[in-house]
């Protein structure tokens, strides 16, 4: 594990893939344990109350919902904080809302253990209140490149 590093956030406006550039899976009948648990969860609209009233509550209080769930399957507490933040998932990363806040308010530091990345943001607002997350991504491709960019009152990161 090594220690945390600080990431250059760039003011310029970023290059964002198009979906069409993901790559579909396209094998047949062959499914794997996370695309079946996908799958549960989409196809289980009635839960949808139940869970986002327990997750607000969770969120109010400053717990990530569901460890258990979020250790096993990282892209879904990836999906809580980015809901929790106002913003979105993109094919190649994300972006978040940070109207009010400057370049200077914002710090961004990384971590790398294993084939995961901890990516630490954090957050300071003009009377010195500040919000600071951890949110974990897969860097276990071989052309993983971890960037960050303020633009237009928008913090992207990809990878």
């Known amino acids: 594990m090594s220690d945390w590093e600080l990431v250059d956030i760039l003011a310029t406006r ?15 009948l062959a499914a794997n344990v996370e ?14 109350e139940v869970e986002n009233r327990h997750v607000q509550v969770l969120v109010s209080a ?20 980015i809901e929790e933040l106002n913003g979105r ?23 790398t253990k294993d084939d995961e990345t901890v990516i630490k943001l954090n957050f300071i607002e003009k009377d010195g209140q500040e919000l600071q997350r951890e949110l974990t991504i897969d860097s276990n ?10 633009y237009n009152n928008r913090l992207y990161l990809r990878w």
Do not use: Y
């Open 14 to 28: 970023p290059v964002i893939s198009n979906e069409n550039d993901v790559e579909v899976n396209n094998d047949g």
């Open 89 to 111: 998932v993109d094919p190649d990363g994300l972006s978040i809302p940070v109207k009010g806040l400057d370049i200077e308010d914002i710090t961004i530091h990384k971590m």
């Open 141 to 150: 491709s071989e052309d993983f490149n971890f960037q960050a960019n303020f």
């Open 62 to 81: 400053g717990m990530i919902p569901e460890e258990h769930i979020a250790a096993t399957e990282p892209s879904r507490k990836l999906n809580w904080l």
């Open 35 to 48: 695309s079946l648990h996908d799958e549960f969860w989409r196809d289980a609209p009635h839960l949808t």
